[in-house]
């Protein structure tokens, strides 16, 4: 054997033991498990020392502090708190409400609602309402998730220890966690992301000291490290859906645990098969339990009906009090009045009215719609197709499936009808208006005939699948002539349409949005008596099966993926996730008279963990080649712990980061903060790589500095994390990157944080003119009056009611609308600010005015509103609420 044969052989040995499935590093007493997925990691029985409870009990404090600091101010409703806290308030009065997340963050609200004392009045309609003049104790509400964000500081540390890593690595963390601007502001406001985050580190926390005790299989430690892990995926996926990204880093971690362990001869297949059976209860079985328990809890809070409640089926209906209660004749006869549902959306009933079509491409016919309750004129009469008779002589005659039919309108008595006209909401050639057409002894034609197409009945009911049956028959009407189903397209009608549901017939459409069910039938007076002179009595009954527990969690879990594939919005701070990562920009959340909050993370925190995550995968990548030439660099004697550890958290930092990349759905800088949580570890792990070989001073002197400088990023921008008051300059100064757009005119100095005289400057009594902005011509109306006077003032005011002394105009919320005063006493003015009056409790206060000076500027003031008033930045299209 050749001396240069002799000296690689130790280092192909290191090769090997640093990259083995299961290693011991000698100085630090870890034992590290790393596999080809780097998914595990795993350490020696690891124990609280005194150290550990003293540095627990600091760093909490400080997290305390730091969540809790200023936690009144602003003393307004602020960004999505107008969905969560109303949520919370319907919690407490037991009213149902829809939202596209799972209910555990916000039934955590309303407890802590119900305990700070609220009493569910309040409505959190709009952003800027003040809380204390409706006296709600928001204080209260916001502790909570300020609390839970103050917990995962401690969770660091715990999780950094059980990774095996020194006190002053865990404490450097913990630091991290604490003092990062992002998750300190959603962590002070009534928000979701504060409680998902806590759950997703306990999740994790727990999955770290549960590998810690892998020498004592089974006991009872092991066990309850192991369902509390479970426990905590379920919490997390029960606040929103992003909890959902624990499942695939545990699942990694665990086939490649149990991969590892089919190598183990001293293990028997039957203890194997035990090590599989425990993670399958617990990480599988508990997570879906706690899943399912928390909505069982969310729909037995909410027993009563509200205006969410259409949006379910009427199975879901059934089981709210005060809800749908359906009992109506089971077979369909002709000359039967019946209301037709849609069955697979939520969109209502087939519908017509007495108003014609106005679209330019359309008929001028009558139109027929979707509507979303059931009133009159939902009800249709079905008769037999144009020029064909039936035989009733032997009573009336029950309508089966591939018979052709009519539908004639009660109210108006026009017939449902179709012909080659393109409908309100699109050009498409397969797709076909639908009208009421008819008029005074016209027998109508054969546009008029429409097949009937039953796709299923329910196998409770026999003979629901071949004779038309109320509730139970599942069918699709086929136009005769044009061969298209009647379809719902879900979009929503102009207002000359009143905004209800376009439908319209469409050809080559998949059943889904084109399946119907009768919900009401009956004969009407003289058909029934007649049925019952044929001896047809006692007509049998239908009537909704309410659904179970899992019916009712299956459908609100559909609705919910329905919900977060349609929301594809266009919100002004909406950010895609490649621009997540270096923090190209923030959200707006609120603004108010020299300050306001900007969602903005630490940018040293974030841009550290974004290069830490780069480097491990660079350094992974260069030591997988390097080890195929059997060169392999220990790094100090850290390989195998920065593997395991720093490895783990990289797949979890990616697997809670590239699924975003995948969704087209309106998506927000909040959603990155699980995957930061654990960049920050990849962080702190990567530090104490550099530093593990170095003097003790030396390495303290770094992370002191790495402190340091973070705490010196935290306070330059706490001013926008606490809503803290401060000058234009230093604002101005603290835009880092071009990109980050808040809004300096808030701060002091700013045009908007001054304090202006109030319009009018003088006591005037000119005329006060409302003038809705959508009647308004700005090329005519605006500029007339601009030169009718140069010192006019438009206004564009957003979601609120202004009061002007003796001209009130209070035009309907949302609405835009120009507020005219005429003229103002006063030969040069700056600047206006209505100020309202803050009687109604509904009422924000306005965006700031600019002076027109001419026609031009007057135009381009239209539509102009406050960046750092932002309506929401959130997703619920049932409750007005446009997240994961």
Known sequence: MDASAARRRPEAHS?????????????????????????????????????????????????????????????????????????????????????????LAKMMFAAAGKLAGYDGVFDFKSIGLNYAAAGVPYVGMRLMPALLGALTVPATYVTARACGYAVDTGVLAALLVCFENGLVTQSRLILLDSPLVFFTVLALTAWAVFWTKQREPFSCTWWFWLTATGAMMGCAASCKWVGLFLFPIIGLSTVSDLWAKIADRSLSPARWACHFLARAVGLLLVPLAVYVFWFQIHFALLSKTGS????????????????????????????????????????????????????????????????????????????PSFNRTIDESKGPVPVRGGEAIRLKHKITGKYLHSHDKRPAMTSSDTKFELSGYGFKDFAGDSNDDFTLEILAGDSRH???????????????????????????????????????????????????????????????????AAAAAAGQEGVPKAAYVPLGLWGKVLEYNQLMADSNAGLTGDHPFAARPQHWAWLRRGTAYWGGRGSFIYQLGNPLIWWGSLASVVLFMAVRALLFVLDKRRISPGLGGQRAKYFASAGFFTVAWICHYAPFFLMGRELFIHHMFPALWMGILVLAFTLDLFTARVPAVVRMSVYVA???????????????????????????????????????????????????????????????????????????????????????????????????????????????????????????????????????????????????????????????????????????????????
């Open 15 to 103: 090769a090997k033991s640093a990259d083995s499935s299961t290693s011991y590093d000698g100085r630090d007493d870890v034992q590290i498990v790393t596999h080809s997925t780097a998914a595990s990691i795993s350490a020696a029985p690891w124990s609280f020392t005194p150290t550990d409870f003293l540095t627990l009990l600091g760093i909490t404090l400080v997290a305390i502090l730091v969540r809790c600091y200023k936690l009144s101010s602003p003393g307004e409703v602020v960004f999505d708190e107008v969905h969560f806290g109303k949520f919370a308030g319907k919690y407490l009065n037991g009213t149902y409400f829809y939202d596209l997340h799972p209910p």
């Open 308 to 383: 969410a409640a259409g949006m379910m089926t009427p199975e879901f209906q059934t089981t709210l009090a005060g809800g749908l209660n359906v009992s109506t004749d089971r077979d369909v006869f002709y000359g039967s009045e019946i209301r037709l549902r849609t069955t697979n959306a939520r969109s209502g009933y087939l519908h017509s009215h007495a108003h014609l079509w106005q679209h330019s491409k359309g008929s001028g016919q009558q139109q027929v719609t979707i509507y979303g309750h059931a009133d009159a004129n939902n009800l249709w009469v079905v008769e």
């Open 706 to 884: 790495v402190a340091a400088a973070v705490l010196y990023a935290f306070q330059t921008f706490s001013y926008i994390t606490y809503a803290r008051p401060w000058t234009k300059d230093a604002c101005v100064k603290a835009k880092w990157l071009s990109t980050w757009d808040f809004d300096c005119e808030h701060a002091i100095g700013g045009v908007r944080s001054t304090e202006p005289p109030l319009a009018p400057v003088a006591p005037v009594d000119q005329e006060v003119k409302v003038v809705p902005v959508d009647a308004m011509d700005t090329d005519a109306d605006i500029a007339a009056e601009a030169e009718e006077d140069v010192d006019d003032i438009v206004e564009l005011v957003e979601e609120a009611a202004v009061d002007v002394d003796d001209g009130v105009a209070a035009p309907e919320i949302g609405e835009p609308y120009a507020v005219i005063v005429e003229p103002v006493e006063q030969e040069t003015v700056e600047l206006v600010y209505v100020e309202p009056v803050y009687e109604n409790p509904t009422v924000i206060k306005p965006p700031v005015a600019s002076v027109a000076k001419g026609p031009e500027s007057v135009a381009a003031n239209l539509g102009q509103q406050n960046p750092n008033q932002m309506s929401t930045g959130s997703e619920n299209p049932a409750e007005g609420h446009v997240e994961l």
């Open 462 to 528: 026999p003979g629901s699948e071949e004779q038309l049956q109320a509730i139970y028959s599942r069918f699709r009407l086929i136009h005769r002539n044009l061969q298209c189903a009647m379809y719902n397209s879900r979009k929503k009608l102009p207002k000359w349409a009143f905004e209800q549901i376009e439908v319209n017939c469409m050809r080559n459409c998949m059943p889904r949005m084109s399946t119907w069910h009768v919900e009401f039938a009956q004969l009407p007076g003289a058909a029934a």
